[in-house]
C-alpha cells in the first residue's frame, strides 16, 4: 500500500508526503440480493498526512460512510483500510478501540460536551479516561490557538455554538492523534461561527502540524481545505487541489442530486 502520496498543500509540485490513512478497493455494502445497496464501490484513496482534506458530494453518494470506514467506526465488506502503517480492517473491537482512542480524533455536528464539566476538563476528559498525562504545554498551544485561553473554567451552558464546537476541536487535538476526522463540524453553527471553527481547523493544520479529513456539503467549508475529494454513487469521481468556495460550488453542481446512502 502507497506511503507516501504527492503533497496537496502545494498542489501536487512541491514533493510528496507520508500518508495519514488510506483505502483500497474498499467496499461497503447494505443487505443482500434484491435489497443489497452499495454505499462504497471498490474506493482507492490515500489521505495525506499534515493536510486538510474535505470530502464532498450529493445525498448518498457515500461521503459519510467512507469517513466512518476510514476512522475505524463502522467495518468494510471488503477492502483494506490502514491507518498510518497500521491495518485497521482485520482488528479485533477490542484493539480497534484502543486505536481510535490513541491515535484518532473525531469532531461531529454535536458537541458531545459534558454538561458537568468546565472547558478544560471536557478537553481533556479523553486522556484522563485513558491514564494518560496532559501534555501541559501542547495543551496551552492548542487552548491558544483555538481561542479559549478566557473561557476554560466555563460549562458549556456558559459557551455559545461556536464556543463549544472550539472545545469539541481543541478536545480533538489536545490528545496529538495521528488524524482527526469532522463530519460536518459546523453543520449546527451560523456562518460566523462556521467560519471561526474553519478557521481553528485551518491553523491546527498550519501550525501544529494536524491531518484533518472532514466531511461537508458546504462549499465554503470545502474552501479551507487543500484538497477537495468528491463522491457520486459510492466512487470517487474528482479531486481539487487548493479549491475556492466558488470553484468548489461550480463542480458540485454538476452532480446528479439524487444518490443512495449518505
Given at each position: 500500500?502507497?506511503?507516501a502520496?504527492?503533497?496537496p498543500?502545494?498542489?501536487g509540485?512541491?514533493?510528496?508526503t ?6 483500497r ?5 447494505y443487505?443482500s440480493?434484491?435489497t443489497?445497496v452499495?454505499?462504497?464501490d471498490?474506493?482507492d484513496?490515500d489521505?495525506a ?5 474535505a ?7 457515500g461521503?459519510?460512510?467512507l ?5 475505524g ?6 477492502g483494506q483500510i490502514?491507518?498510518g502503517?497500521?491495518?485497521i ?6 484493539k480497534l ?5 490513541d491515535r484518532?480524533?473525531f469532531i461531529?455536528?454535536a458537541?458531545?460536551?459534558?454538561p ?7 478537553i481533556?476528559l479523553?486522556m484522563?479516561i485513558a491514564g494518560?498525562?496532559?501534555d ?7 487552548v491558544?490557538t483555538v481561542?479559549l485561553?478566557?473561557?476554560?473554567k466555563?460549562?458549556p451552558?456558559q ?5 463549544q464546537?472550539?472545545v469539541?476541536v481543541a ?8 488524524i482527526i476526522?469532522?463530519?460536518?463540524p459546523?453543520?449546527?453553527?451560523d456562518s460566523?461561527a462556521?467560519a471561526?471553527?474553519l ?9 501544529l ?7 461537508t456539503h458546504?462549499p465554503?467549508?470545502?474552501s479551507y ?9 459510492g ?7 487548493r ?11 454538476s452532480?446528479?442530486t439524487f444518490?443512495r446512502?449518505?
Amino acid at each position: 500500500m502507497t506511503t507516501a502520496v504527492a503533497n496537496p498543500r502545494t498542489g501536487g509540485s512541491g514533493g510528496r508526503t507520508a500518508v495519514a490513512a488510506a483505502g483500497r478497493q474498499v467496499v461497503k455494502a447494505y443487505g443482500s440480493g434484491d435489497t443489497r445497496v452499495v454505499a462504497l464501490d471498490r474506493v482507492d484513496v490515500d489521505i495525506a498526512a499534515g493536510a486538510f482534506t474535505a470530502i464532498m458530494g450529493p445525498s448518498g453518494s457515500g461521503k459519510s460512510t467512507l469517513m466512518h470506514c476510514l476512522a475505524g467506526l463502522d467495518s468494510v465488506t471488503s477492502g483494506q483500510i490502514r491507518i498510518g502503517d497500521q491495518e485497521i480492517t482485520s482488528l479485533k473491537d477490542k484493539k480497534l478501540t484502543r486505536l481510535r482512542r490513541d491515535r484518532i480524533g473525531f469532531i461531529f455536528q454535536a458537541f458531545n460536551l459534558l454538561p458537568t464539566l468546565n472547558a478544560v476538563e471536557n478537553i481533556t476528559l479523553p486522556m484522563d479516561i485513558a491514564g494518560r498525562k496532559v501534555d501541559q504545554r501542547w495543551l496551552d498551544q492548542v487552548v491558544e490557538t483555538v481561542g479559549l485561553s478566557g473561557r476554560l473554567k466555563h460549562r458549556p451552558n456558559q459557551l455559545s455554538g461556536g464556543q463549544q464546537q472550539r472545545v469539541a476541536v481543541a478536545r480533538a487535538l489536545a490528545a496529538r492523534p495521528e488524524i482527526i476526522f469532522g463530519d460536518e463540524p459546523t453543520g449546527n453553527l451560523d456562518s460566523r461561527a462556521g467560519a471561526e471553527v474553519l478557521g481553528f481547523l485551518r491553523r491546527s493544520v498550519d501550525e501544529l502540524g494536524q491531518t484533518i479529513v472532514m466531511v461537508t456539503h458546504d462549499p465554503v467549508a470545502a474552501s479551507y481545505a487543500d484538497r477537495v475529494l468528491y463522491l457520486a454513487d459510492g466512487r470517487i469521481v474528482d479531486e481539487m487541489l487548493r479549491p475556492s468556495a466558488e470553484a468548489v460550488l461550480d463542480r458540485m453542481k454538476s452532480f446528479d442530486t439524487f444518490g443512495r446512502v449518505s
